[in-house]
């Protein structure tokens, strides 16, 4: 397994070379980090690269006067998909909101070095009918069957917190050029796990730690906190990140929480709330958190009962 990854030191050192570097040159430096928008209405978008474009229409790009508009589309480009907006977006009177992005651990899976040459691969770029997709092995392959009986192998070749990159490989009736993104999601976390550990170098407590970061980066906190105690029980030296532990049951707590707090909150959805507040482990919480998910308990039952009432008031 290849990893891109950057020790800390390495990366405050990056960081401040970019910050520094954004100041006397914004352009150049957004244009070579990935960054994370914060639009007027409080939505964040990325980390993602940024192009600045004139228009968003093929036809128009293809044609040769149209490079002569102002530049006032932003295309953000996370890997997984394309997000467009207007400037005025991110723009606070001369300044735009952004912040840089810290570089993100990617893991690179052997499948990279199979994968169908694109110059001399037949070239998917559409479907007649939907294929059938098998599942992933633990190498991170699956084959596609056509309706024509024609089989093409798929491989994961690259995997970073926002995106796993499955591409087209050799195969015994022929080399299909085929370069796709999914999201983590879209792969059954047990089927991402035995991919992960499959090509995790066994003898580096590296490489593990870098599957802790991916996750923790994904926002996926309890799949961080197992993988990490797996590391420290392969490698005793590892103990000294025992801290992290309690960390990330903290996190994952929070995350419960505010998907409670959305759930009875936006969409009125009290009875989901509950069941929400009720799975919470309460050894894993801080007292602050254990007080806020009994007062939340207290205001959605209340809720719930007011909620009762009118309906009863209504069918009378």
């Given at each position: 397994m290849r990893t891109r990854s950057i020790p800390l030191a390495a990366k405050l050192i990056t960081a401040a070379i970019a910050f520094s570097s954004s100041i006397a040159n914004p352009a150049s430096s957004i244009a070579q980090n990935r960054v994370y928008f914060t639009l007027n209405n409080g939505i964040t978008i990325g980390p993602a690269l940024r192009s600045d474009i004139d228009t968003i229409k093929k036809e128009a790009a293809m044609n040769s006067s149209a490079g002569a508009g102002a530049k006032v589309i932003v295309e953000a480009d996370d890997d997984l998909r394309r997000v467009y907006f207007h400037r005025?977006?991110?723009?606070?009177?001369?300044?735009?909101?952004?912040?840089?992005?810290?570089?993100?651990v990617k893991i690179e899976l052997p499948n990279k070095d199979r994968a169908a040459d694109?110059?001399?691969?037949?070239p998917i770029t559409a479907f007649a009918e939907s294929p059938q997709?098998?599942?992933?092995?633990?190498?991170?392959?699956?084959?596609?069957?056509?309706?024509?009986?024609?089989?093409?192998?798929?491989?994961?070749t690259e995997i970073a917190p926002s995106y796993v990159r499955v591409e087209?490989?050799?195969?015994?009736?022929?080399?299909?050029?085929?370069?796709?993104?999914?999201?983590?999601?879209?792969i059954p976390p047990e089927t991402l796990r035995a991919i992960l550990l499959r090509n995790a170098d066994p003898t580096k407590a590296r490489s593990y730690l870098d599957i802790v970061e991916l996750y923790e980066t994904a926002k996926r906190y309890t799949e961080a906190r197992e993988?990490?105690?797996?590391?420290?029980?392969?490698?005793?030296?590892?103990?000294?990140?025992?801290?992290?532990?309690?960390?990330?049951?903290?996190?994952?707590?929070?995350?419960?929480?505010?998907?409670?707090?959305?759930?009875?909150?936006?969409?009125?959805?009290?009875?989901?709330?509950?069941?929400?507040?009720?799975?919470?482990?309460?050894?894993?919480?801080?007292?602050e958190t254990k007080l806020k998910v009994e007062r939340q308990k207290e205001l959605a039952a209340e809720e719930k009962s007011e909620l009762d009432t009118v309906m009863q008031w209504i069918r009378e």
């Open positions: 005025i977006q991110i723009t606070d009177g001369n300044n735009e909101r952004w912040t840089i992005a810290r570089p993100q694109t110059r001399r691969s037949q997709p098998f599942e992933f092995s633990d190498l991170g392959r699956r084959y596609y069957r056509f309706s024509d009986g024609k089989i093409a192998v798929q491989g994961i087209g490989l050799q195969g015994a009736e022929g080399d299909f050029a085929w370069d796709m993104r999914l999201s983590l999601n879209a993988m990490l105690v797996y590391a420290m029980q392969k490698f005793p030296e590892l103990e000294s990140n025992r801290s992290s532990l309690k960390r990330y049951d903290q996190l994952a707590a929070d995350q419960l929480f505010t998907i409670a707090d959305i759930a009875k909150r936006k969409a009125g959805q009290h009875a989901f709330a509950k069941r929400v507040l009720d799975s919470f482990d309460y050894d894993l919480l801080s007292l």
